[in-house]
């Protein structure tokens, strides 16, 4: 490779020699080393040093899952709750309107609220949501023991 | 070049890449300018297509081929890389190719970097009157020193075709300039028997 960087070298001179004397071509003094070195910058790549992107860190991943799932189960059980809430009073209101434009007190508000089930369902939901965390062998073992007492 | 083909895996080498290209621009860097210098005309072109032209090289390393040589293949780019700016030209100035060729003497007068003599000004002019495809051909020949089973899979024409071109540019600058001037010790008879 070196003697050929040297006959490069001299064919280099020549070509640069038969176009300035032939054809009165020039170029600007120190052109190739300079042109050199801004191709060399604009392809070669830099050695930068690795980062994990943010998006590749499982842990931060797992904790924003377990926030998003926290804060949306939170936030669906008390708009839920209070869902069920309206719908009891509506229901109870205008069974209340009706008593007292027939005249009618057959089913007293009273009675009416006593007779519908607590909806707000607090306990069941803890349930729902407990059962998320349960394992899914012990969910295995308590359907195989239902199916047994049943039998 | 001793070893092509080792070389060739250095420069698609992720380890030895950045160092064998560096190599690249000392072997073919001037070479590859002379030959876009003669196709786009002025300098300021030439350095913005030479510099084009090696960037698509570093990006095209691993689908090299190796059906040509490393230097036909880079100069063939560099060809394209001139087609492809001289294109580019017309359709900014709305002018083709031949215009482009016609307006060679103007450019080259224009040229800062154009520092002809009345002899060379007088090649110049009989070049600038060789149709497009000759021009090339001649350069590539007369200057670039190619042979013509090169300067064919660059131009992508017949070997034939190309040896018939160049003989008619030679004479035809021959018949409009006095004497060709003389390279490496030929005469311009002898270029016919190359």
Same mark, same amino acid.
């Given at each position: 490779?070196?003697?050929?960087?040297?006959?490069?070298?001299?064919? %280099?001179?020549?070509?640069?020699?038969?176009?300035?004397?032939?054809?009165?071509?020039?170029?600007?003094?120190?052109?190739? #080393?300079?042109?050199?070195?801004? &191709?060399?910058?604009?392809?070669?790549?830099?050695?930068?040093?690795?980062?994990?992107?943010?998006?590749?860190?499982?842990?931060?991943? #797992?904790?924003?899952?377990?926030?998003?799932?926290?804060?949306?189960?939170?936030?669906?059980?008390?708009?839920?709750?209070?869902?069920?809430?309206?719908?009891? %009073?509506?229901?109870?209101? *205008?069974?209340?309107?009706? %008593?007292?434009?027939?005249?009618?007190?057959?089913?007293?508000?009273?009675? #009416?609220?006593?007779?519908?089930?607590?909806?707000?369902?607090?306990?069941?939901? %803890?349930?729902?949501?407990? *059962?998320? #965390?349960?394992?899914?062998?012990?969910?295995?073992?308590? &359907?195989?023991?239902? &199916?047994?007492?049943?039998? | 070049?001793?070893?092509?083909?080792? @070389?060739? !895996?250095?420069? $698609?080498?992720?380890?030895?890449? !950045?160092?064998?290209?560096?190599?690249?621009?000392?072997?073919?860097?001037?070479?590859?300018?002379?030959? $876009?210098?003669?196709?786009?005309?002025?300098?300021? +072109?030439?350095? !913005?297509?030479?510099?084009?032209?090696?960037?698509?090289?570093?990006?095209?390393?691993?689908?090299?081929?190796?059906?040509?040589?490393?230097?036909?293949?880079?100069?063939?780019?560099?060809?394209? =890389?001139? $087609?492809? @700016?001289?294109?580019? +030209?017309?359709?900014?100035?709305?002018?083709?190719?031949?215009?482009?060729?016609?307006?060679?003497?103007?450019?080259?007068?224009?040229?800062?970097?154009?520092?002809?003599?009345?002899?060379?000004? /007088?090649?110049?002019?009989?070049?600038?009157?060789? +149709?497009? /495809?000759?021009?090339?051909?001649? +350069?590539?020949?007369?200057?670039?020193?190619?042979?013509?089973?090169?300067?064919?899979?660059?131009?992508?024409?017949?070997?034939?075709?190309?040896?018939?071109?160049?003989?008619?540019?030679? /004479? @035809?600058?021959?018949?409009?300039? =006095?004497?060709?001037?003389?390279?490496?010790? =030929?005469?311009?008879?002898?270029? =016919?028997?190359?």
């Amino acid at each position: 490779m070196e003697t050929n960087d040297k006959i490069n070298q001299m064919n %280099d001179d020549e070509l640069n020699k038969i176009h300035s004397d032939s054809l009165g071509l020039n170029v600007p003094e120190n052109y190739f #080393f300079e042109s050199k070195n801004r &191709i060399l910058n604009k392809v070669v790549t830099k050695e930068e040093p690795k980062t994990i992107p943010f998006y590749r860190k499982k842990t931060i991943w #797992f904790a924003a899952a377990t926030l998003t799932l926290f804060l949306g189960l939170t936030v669906c059980n008390k708009y839920a709750a209070l869902d069920e809430q309206k719908i009891a %009073d509506q229901l109870t209101d *205008s069974i209340a309107q009706i %008593d007292n434009e027939n005249g009618a007190t057959a089913v007293s508000k009273n009675n #009416f609220n006593n007779q519908i089930p607590n909806i707000s369902l607090t306990a069941e939901n %803890d349930i729902l949501v407990s *059962s998320l #965390f349960v394992e899914e062998k012990e969910v295995d073992q308590y &359907i195989t023991n239902c &199916i047994l007492e049943d039998m | 070049m001793a070893n092509e083909s080792d @070389f060739i !895996d250095q420069l $698609i080498s992720e380890t030895h890449r !950045d160092n064998a290209f560096k190599k690249l621009l000392d072997l073919y860097q001037v070479r590859l300018y002379w030959h $876009i210098r003669k196709l786009v005309i002025t300098h300021e +072109n030439a350095d !913005d297509v030479l510099q084009n032209t090696f960037i698509r090289v570093y990006k095209s390393l691993a689908n090299f081929s190796q059906q040509s040589s490393l230097y036909t293949w880079m100069y063939k780019i560099a060809y394209n =890389e001139s $087609i492809r @700016f001289l294109e580019q +030209n017309k359709n900014k100035h709305s002018i083709s190719i031949e215009d482009v060729n016609t307006k060679y003497l103007n450019c080259l007068l224009e040229d800062t970097f154009f520092e002809g003599d009345a002899m060379q000004l /007088k090649l110049q002019t009989a070049v600038s009157e060789l +149709n497009y /495809k000759q021009r090339q051909i001649f +350069n590539m020949k007369y200057y670039d020193d190619l042979k013509f089973r090169e300067i064919a899979t660059i131009l992508e024409m017949k070997e034939g075709t190309i040896k018939t071109l160049y003989y008619n540019a030679v /004479k @035809f600058i021959e018949n409009n300039i =006095e004497i060709l001037p003389v390279k490496k010790g =030929e005469s311009v008879q002898n270029t =016919e028997n190359i």
